[in-house]
């Protein structure tokens, strides 16, 4: 009775555990967007110019993006549980201090720290996740969960910063935080099992986490700087090149070391780089929706900070529905090529339907609609992505993989938040040159950069096409042990 009792305890521990590191890292997503709509309120309090605003949205995102590498390496060697508890100490002490900022300059060393924090701890979470479900049936709710939190929480923090801007100030988008880090952090040293912990005692290389980090730094720089800047500037040139050469040296160093902090062994696991380039390609389209929706909804229909945030739901709950497990139970029945080819062509006919919307376009069906249909895709593509990336590593490597998953994600968001988002002010200007009323060039700025954004989808999923589908045909279930890799059961595509 005792080892029934201590089983039926341990599985509610582990169930447990899993919604609270999903609430740390629903918490540290949320970060990403959330001051969006809160952005005028700030430039009013704090006396921000249009330039240094951008940088309490930018300081978060080259934080984030930079450390998340370092960072899961350091978690495979020092314990994840460790990793991810440290990360949400820090993220929730910046959190305080973004909201008690009463200056420009503490605003925005507090969203840099506040990146590093999300970075550690996030960079730990889909790791402990994979180490505590080693059941692929198990393994298969547990990532549902993650990717819906991952995938929807740029929604939801639109939703969450119009409620608290509106209702309250721009400083309780950071104070909901504290409370939260607080639970967060109590529930975690109690339920999550710490992982091995082999430590730094065959070394630590320096030399590569510095190249690494400095390179990631450098490149997610360029690219949230080439709005302000322009692509072929010789500032975003110049970072971007500096960035590609550390990261050459990067390689060369790992590639003589005995034991490297980036073992590039890691890029030979089937699916991992493979699926990354194929997220890439989906996130800097759909991820744009984001930025560029807000715009459209506040700047063309003239809504306010909650509409805008409530105008997103239809995404929000139907990629929760998919999350629920039927996106699994599709992929258990069709394998995970065929449901992320079907939900790419959701989320690029989502975009092709934006890129038509008047500047007078209703709400129902015309807005909705589309958002009803990225909602849809997202649900059906994420987890398929997960699936797939992680299916092969090494257990030892779980927590550098998760780096890279995170990395793949955070970094092609921030190009197509950039890129999408030039283009639109480029195509706006032409437009307002022609004559063109000012909500009508808006809107055909949006609609170039919906349609360049629906082709970037059409172009991963065409790479997921040719590149995933051997890795997508089927996978055998093995007993998980601390040097096998992490398995998944999947059937034939």
């Known amino acids: 009775m005792i080892t029934i009792n201590s089983l039926i305890i341990g599985e509610r521990r582990r169930w447990v555990a899993l919604a609270v590191v999903c609430m740390g890292q629903l918490m540290m997503v949320l970060d990403a967007t959330i001051v969006n709509v809160a952005l005028p309120s700030m430039q009013r309090d704090l006396g921000f110019s249009q330039a240094n605003l951008a940088w309490v949205i930018d300081a978060y995102m080259i934080a ?15 314990g994840r549980k460790r990793m991810f508890l440290s990360g949400l100490v820090v993220f929730t002490l910046a959190s305080m201090a973004c909201g008690i900022a009463d200056d420009q300059i503490l605003l925005i060393v507090a969203r840099f720290i506040q990146g590093l924090g999300g970075a550690v701890a996030s960079a730990a979470v889909l790791a402990l996740l994979i180490t505590e479900f080693p059941r692929p049936s198990e393994r298969a709710i547990a990532m549902s969960v993650y990717t819906f939190i991952v995938s929807s929480g740029g929604s939801i923090g639109l939703l969450a910063g119009g409620v608290l801007t509106q209702s309250l100030s721009w400083h309780w988008i950071f104070f909901i935080n504290v409370p939260i880090g607080i639970v967060t ?16 005692g065959q070394g630590v290389d320096v030399i590569g986490a510095l190249l690494v980090t400095v390179s990631l730094m450098l490149g997610v720089y360029a690219i949230v700087k080439a709005t302000e800047y322009g692509w072929l500037s010789a500032h975003t040139l110049g970072f971007g090149a500096a960035s590609l050469a550390l990261l050459a040296m990067f390689v060369a160093v790992e590639s003589r070391l005995a034991n490297p902090m980036f073992p590039l062994r890691i890029l030979r696991v089937p699916g991992l780089a493979a699926s990354s380039v194929v997220r890439a390609f989906l996130v800097t389209g759909m991820f744009s929706t984001f930025l560029l929706g807000v715009l459209y909804l506040q700047h063309v229909r003239g809504y306010g900070a909650l509409e805008t945030g409530l105008a997103f739901l239809p995404l929000t709950l139907i990629m929760g529905v998919m999350s629920v ?26 975009l092709v339907l934006l890129s038509q919307l008047p500047a007078d376009a209703s709400y129902f069906p015309t807005i909705a609609a589309p958002f009803a249909l990225l909602g849809l895709g997202a649900g059906m593509s994420f987890l398929p992505l997960m699936t797939i990336a992680m ?37 706006t200007k032409v437009l307002a040159g022609l004559g063109e009323h000012h909500v009508q060039a808006l809107t055909g700025g949006f609609h170039l950069a919906w ?11 065409l790479i997921a096409l040719v590149w995933l589908r051997p890795r997508a045909r089927a996978a055998e279930v093995v007993e998980l042990r601390e040097d096998d890799p992490v398995s998944f059961e999947l059937e034939a595509a």
Request: charged share 10%; hydrophobic share 60%; net charge positive.
């Open 325 to 350: 497990g039927v996106t699994a139970r599709l992929m258990g029945r069709f394998g995970p090529l065929r449901v992320l080819l079907v939900g790419l062509a959701a989320i690029a006919g989502a």
């Open 451 to 461: 349609a360049i954004g629906a082709g970037a989808v059409v172009i991963g999923a």
């Open 185 to 200: 952090f109590l529930l975690g040293r109690a339920l999550i099992s710490e992982t091995a912990r082999p430590g730094l």
């Open 391 to 427: 299916a092969e590593v090494p257990l030892a490597d779980a927590g550098l993989a998760s780096g890279i998953v995170n990395a793949s994600l955070q970094i092609s968001a921030a190009i197509g938040i950039a890129a999408l988002g030039t283009v639109a002010a480029e195509r």
């Open 64 to 78: 984030f993006g930079s450390f998340l590498l370092l960072a899961g390496r350091l978690g495979d060697l020092l």
